[in-house]
């Protein structure tokens, strides 16, 4: 493999096999270290069926691992392979370690899980022990219910393997929002390397926002509202999606409208057919995904989601009134998220078991008349940035001074990594 003696080389584990979460945040890291250090690459490793929709950026590839999903506490199964589990889980783990030893990163990033899914991981982490490698664990603003991740992570060796294996800790959210050493009761030696970041978002301007709303809403009534509906993946996102259609025809007595609803590519086939059916002679355009989910947010005078991480800070970033109802289980983080971003006034929320009766289009149609309020404090949106510095931060400290080259402005060629299909 050549390389030049002052590339800097980062590698990024993210489990996700089904989803688009950890995959667009972690490509969105990915770009932004690539703006903010050259010559560099990245390598990321994931089992996301999706990373070819991902615009690609000079210096960053994928290496893409067999699916598993889990299907309980502590349970896999693999997605797509005949195989069993436990050599599925084999085949992961060396090509993971493999990686780590044929790519020799200055840095490694692991998403979300300490030791990798069934502790696959841990063979690289001891791998890397053998050169100078700065590793990182880059977790998300909320992981799910206190109880719920000590339980896991005590079980898993996640606090014994952050002391041993880990430099820093970079939360993507607020301490003054979610505490995460706190409410997950960290020990003291990994509590001190927690730093929190900031909320992790593509940009903060949106770019085609007036081209989406006249494409909507040119042959629309006058002082007609544009309504987008969003859920990331949209796998379970058929009650939200069902529920805001089955309320259309009553908002549409308190205002003109028009619905942009973007199912996602993981909703399955039949749920996207049973909303078809529903919206026929309704003012509604369903989408699959759209190539940039900024301009379609910053296009609207109502977003209608679910509590996802990157969906949710994208709504923060264009600052539109939005009604969030997250998903009802099994993970508590969607609703500890949605309660709290609405107690700080940032967005309005409705709980999931409360999508088949009046509330959700009375809440709906209260957002499109009414006034929209002022929250007390903005969120913190640097995340992007600040957790890119961290990581460069990182490399300095592996590597000798005079071999950093921060550039800055970004190469025109490295762009916001955005999904390619609008269906």
């Not at 990331?232 to 529920?243: M, S, T, V």
């Not at 009375?362 to 499109?368: E, G, N, P, R």
Request: glycine share 8%; hydrophobic share 40%; aromatic share 6%.
């Amino acid at each position: 493999m050549a390389e030049s003696a002052d590339e800097a080389r980062l590698l990024i584990y993210s489990q996700d096999g089904l989803g688009l979460g950890h995959m667009r945040r972690t490509t969105l890291l990915a770009t932004e270290f690539l703006r903010a250090r050259m010559p560099a690459s990245t390598l990321t490793i994931s089992d996301s069926p999706l990373g070819q929709f991902f615009t690609p950026s000079g210096g960053h590839d994928y290496l893409k691992l067999p699916c598993i999903r889990k299907t309980g506490p502590g349970l896999w199964q693999p997605v797509a392979l005949a195989s069993p589990f436990d050599d599925v889980l084999a085949l992961r783990r060396e090509l993971i370690r493999s990686a780590v030893q044929k790519f020799r990163p200055d840095v490694l990033l692991v998403d979300h899980m300490p030791t990798g899914a069934m502790g696959e991981l841990v063979p690289a982490l001891e791998a890397a022990r053998a050169r100078p490698v700065r590793v990182v664990l880059g977790l998300r603003d909320i992981l799910d219910a206190p109880e719920t991740v000590q339980r896991r992570w005590r079980l898993e060796g996640a606090f014994e393997t952050i002391e041993r294996h880990y430099d820093d800790v970079l939360v993507y959210g607020s301490r003054e929002v979610y505490d995460v050493a706190a409410e997950y009761d960290w020990p003291a030696a990994p509590a001190q390397r927690v730093r929190y970041c900031g909320y992790v978002c593509a940009t903060q301007s949106s770019r085609y926002s007036a081209e989406v709303r006249g494409r909507y809403l040119d042959r629309a009534p006058a002082d007609s509202a544009l309504v987008v509906a969003m859920a990331g993946g949209g796998a379970d996102a058929y009650p939200l999606f069902d529920a805001l259609l089955r309320s259309l025809p009553n908002l549409l007595t308190d205002r003109p409208c028009v619905v942009v609803l973007v199912t996602g590519p993981f909703l399955p086939e039949e749920e996207r057919c049973r909303l078809v059916d529903r919206a026929r002679g309704l003012p509604v355009h369903i989408l699959t995904s759209v190539p940039d989910s900024l301009s379609y947010i910053g296009a609207a005078d109502l977003v209608i989601a679910m509590a996802g991480y990157n969906t949710t800070v994208e709504i923060l970033s264009q600052n539109k009134p939005a009604l969030l109802v997250p998903r009802s289980g099994p993970s508590a983080e969607q609703q500890l998220r949605a309660r709290l971003f609405a107690e700080r006034g940032w967005v309005h929320w409705l709980p999931p078991d409360q999508l088949a009766g009046d509330a959700f289009g009375d809440a709906a149609a209260k957002l499109l008349t009414g006034a929209a309020r002022t929250p007390d404090y903005p969120p913190d949106l640097r995340g992007r940035e600040v957790a890119a510095q961290r990581l460069l931060a990182g490399l300095d400290q592996v590597r000798p001074k005079s071999e950093a080259q921060v550039l800055a402005p970004a190469p025109a060629s490295v762009g916001d990594p955005q999904l390619l299909v609008e269906g």
